[in-house]
């Protein structure tokens, strides 16, 4: 997510940094430890807990990162990164039952320091929308047990489908309430994180998040990542929360990366946050980046032959019988530089005015893609298929055009900006593709398109031939909260005076989502205040998004996300009824599911 250049994310977060650095002293550039916040070594073999990813109707990715025993009792241990350590047996099961007694399926894995001691068996052969529980063993220790489930993919057969949608979960921005409230759910088929999964800043001049976490919830490594070693780092300190460990472990993930998995503002040959000088090739650092990615998420490489592609083929579809197909894109590898206006915006993409003829020109060059053309074809073609009610799209930044009026953002002049990160920055594709939904016919489907990277809540039409006075709706796009990462309210908050009262910093923040909302009429719901997640609920009727959402700040506690014991709460709903292929409003959260997935045991609280 990038910021107006008037009051830029990095500037806010720099101010921020070096005030609570002169308060915590030292603490902010403290020397590195190998066995700090990702320790393993008090935490055995298995300290980085486990996942699942990937459910299919027939497989599932089941996932652990291995720390080998020392042998000797001064051996430095094989932590992340390390690239040191003795290969390791590690065995592991696939059962019906928590306590193990009916078995499903079992084997054994070699894991070493070329995968970072990860362990990754992608189990087949199993059956649909049925619940199992996995396990790791190695020398005489078990992992902690993980719940995960097949796909609700039958032929021929509707049934529930719920999941949890987030993204932008800065691990210096906040505890992780959202990922432990995701791990009390019971009623999920699974988890679908759009990116920004990780970010690459250090605890330096860069930090990001709030100053009272300073000292108590520092990146690991202490700086920015930029290798191999510091990617891998960076994933085990995630893997190492708890309250994500508790998600993982109860529910399989569906990722994708965005741009902060590699660094901000990323596109294929460069970054906003890569100095080549300094920090090396850029395309080593994504390599390494990427490598990370794939050891520790719990992530399946799709068949490389099946389409044409550039690069590593980590788009993906999954489907859910007649009910609907969720497309999984990837928005990085391959997209065209950022529209820049030096002098004006940040380099490498930021907020920028249109209205100037050049720069709406390039915005609007069909030789610039934001998914390379093999994927949008890929993708435009899951849309036709008349086999599915709906047509989900797990996306990284916004589609829904939106034209941000300068003033509401402090910008001097009477200019309208966009954000050249999002799809309004490759504005062919944009508008391509949702003239192509707009153009299916009634029965194939509607199309949802799932959202993370702006770090607030917005519940959007996709308009469709927009003039002065209308648009077509052609579908809709829910975009998730951050879980921690900075949202409208501390961007306002860092641009108003020290010591500003929360009332008017609310107050402002207001006026800034009005602003919004008032200038893009498709823009139906958005909320720049809460953190949290959003819940997504498909029937045949109806797709309906429940966010929830931290408590609003208060002058007693302006930053929810620095409470360790704060967790999301049902905040409001939208949903999209189908054939009308726009938002309408919900009454109330989501009941229970009207079906469950086979288990042979209900699991306790
Ligand atoms: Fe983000």
């Known amino acids: 997510m990038t910021q107006p250049a008037a009051h830029t994310r990095r500037t806010v977060l720099k101010g921020a940094a070096l005030g609570a650095a002169a308060v915590a002293g030292s603490s902010t550039f403290r020397i590195f430890d190998a066995?700090?916040?990702?320790?393993?070594?008090?935490?055995?073999?298995?300290?980085?807990?486990?996942?699942?990813?990937?459910?299919?109707?027939?497989?599932?990715?089941?996932?652990?990162?291995a720390t080998p025993p020392p042998q000797h009792h001064n051996d430095p241990i094989a932590t992340p990164g390390s690239g040191i350590g003795k290969p390791l047996h590690v065995d592991w099961e696939l059962a019906h039952d928590r306590s193990f007694r009916s078995i499903v399926q079992h084997g054994s894995v070699v894991t070493s320091p070329r995968s970072d001691h990860t362990v990754k068996v992608d189990v087949?052969?199993?059956?649909?929308?049925?619940?199992?529980?996995?396990?790791?063993?190695?020398?005489?220790?078990?992992?902690?047990?993980?719940?995960?489930?097949?796909?609700?993919?039958?032929?021929?057969?509707?049934?529930?489908?719920?999941?949890?949608?987030?993204?932008?979960?800065?691990?210096?921005?906040?505890?992780?309430?959202?990922?432990?409230?995701?791990?009390?759910?019971?009623d999920l088929d699974f988890v679908l994180h759009v990116g920004d999964y990780i970010y690459e800043y250090g605890n330096g001049a860069d930090r990001y998040g709030p100053a009272a976490l300073i000292g108590k919830r520092d990146a690991e490594p202490v700086t920015e990542t930029i290798d191999l070693r510091g990617y891998r780092l960076r994933h085990a300190l995630h893997k190492a929360d708890p309250d994500l460990a508790y998600a993982h472990r109860q529910h399989p993930w569906i990722t994708i990366f965005d741009d902060h998995e590699v660094a901000n503002n990323a596109w294929s040959t460069g970054?906003?946050?890569?100095?080549?000088?300094?920090?090396?090739?850029?395309?080593?650092?994504?390599?390494?980046?990427?490598?990370?990615?794939?050891?520790?998420?719990?992530?399946?490489?799709p068949e490389q032959r099946i389409v044409p592609h550039r690069g590593i083929r980590f788009f993906k579809r999954f489907t859910f019988g007649p009910l609907g197909d969720l497309s999984v894109l990837e928005t990085r590898q391959n997209r065209s530089e950022q529209i820049d206006v030096s002098g004006f915006t940040t380099t490498g993409g930021g907020f920028i005015p249109t209205g100037i003829p050049a720069v709406?020109?390039?915005?609007?060059?069909?030789?610039?893609?934001?998914?390379?053309?093999?994927?949008?074809?890929?993708?435009?073609?899951?849309?036709?298929?008349?086999?599915?009610?709906?047509?989900?799209?797990?996306?990284?930044?916004?589609?829904?055009?939106?034209?941000?009026?300068?003033?509401?953002?402090?910008?001097?002049?009477?200019l309208t900006l966009l954000n050249s990160d999002q799809w309004d920055g490759y504005q062919a594709d944009q508008s391509e593709l949702i003239a192509h939904f707009a153009a299916q016919p009634s029965d194939h489907g509607d199309v949802v398109v799932l959202t993370g990277d702006i770090h607030s809540s917005w519940a959007t039409d996709l308009p469709a031939d927009r003039t002065a006075s209308g648009y077509r709706p052609s579908g809709v796009e829910f975009v998730c909260p951050s879980v921690t990462s900075d949202g409208f309210y501390e961007l306002v908050r860092a641009s108003l005076p020290a010591g500003t009262p929360t009332a008017a910093v609310l107050a402002a923040t207001a006026g800034v989502m009005g602003a919004v909302t008032a200038a893009n009429p498709w823009v139906r719901y958005l909320d720049g205040i809460g953190h949290g997640y959003t819940l997504v609920d498909v029937t045949p009727a109806r797709v309906q998004a429940d966010y929830y959402l931290t408590p609003t700040p208060t002058d007693a506690q302006p930053d929810p996300r620095i409470d360790p014991a704060v967790t999301p709460t049902y905040a409001r709903s939208f949903q999209t009824v189908a054939g009308t292929r726009k938002i309408s409003a919900a009454t109330g959260p989501v009941g229970p599911r009207s079906d469950s997935p086979a288990s042979s045991e209900r699991d306790p609280r």
């Open 124 to 186: 087949t052969g199993l059956r649909p929308y049925t619940r199992y529980y996995y396990r790791f063993r190695a020398h005489g220790q078990t992992s902690p047990i993980g719940r995960t489930q097949t796909a609700p993919d039958e032929a021929h057969q509707i049934h529930a489908l719920r999941f949890a949608l987030v993204s932008c979960s800065n691990y210096t921005g906040g505890y992780f309430g959202a990922y432990r409230a995701l791990g009390d759910r019971d």
């Open 271 to 301: 970054a906003e946050n890569h100095t080549p000088g300094t920090e090396g090739s850029f395309d080593t650092r994504r390599r390494e980046a990427y490598e990370a990615y794939l050891e520790w998420m719990p992530f399946r490489l």
């Open 360 to 414: 709406d020109a390039a915005l609007a060059d069909p030789a610039r893609h934001l998914p390379e053309p093999e994927q949008l074809d890929w993708l435009k073609d899951n849309v036709s298929d008349r086999h599915q009610k709906w047509h989900l799209i797990g996306n990284q930044v916004v589609m829904t055009p939106v034209r941000w009026p300068g003033a509401a953002l402090g910008v001097p002049g009477n």
């Open 35 to 65: 066995v700090a916040a990702a320790a393993p070594a008090s935490n055995g073999i298995f300290g980085y807990g486990v996942a699942s990813g990937d459910p299919t109707s027939d497989a599932i990715v089941i996932w652990t990162r």
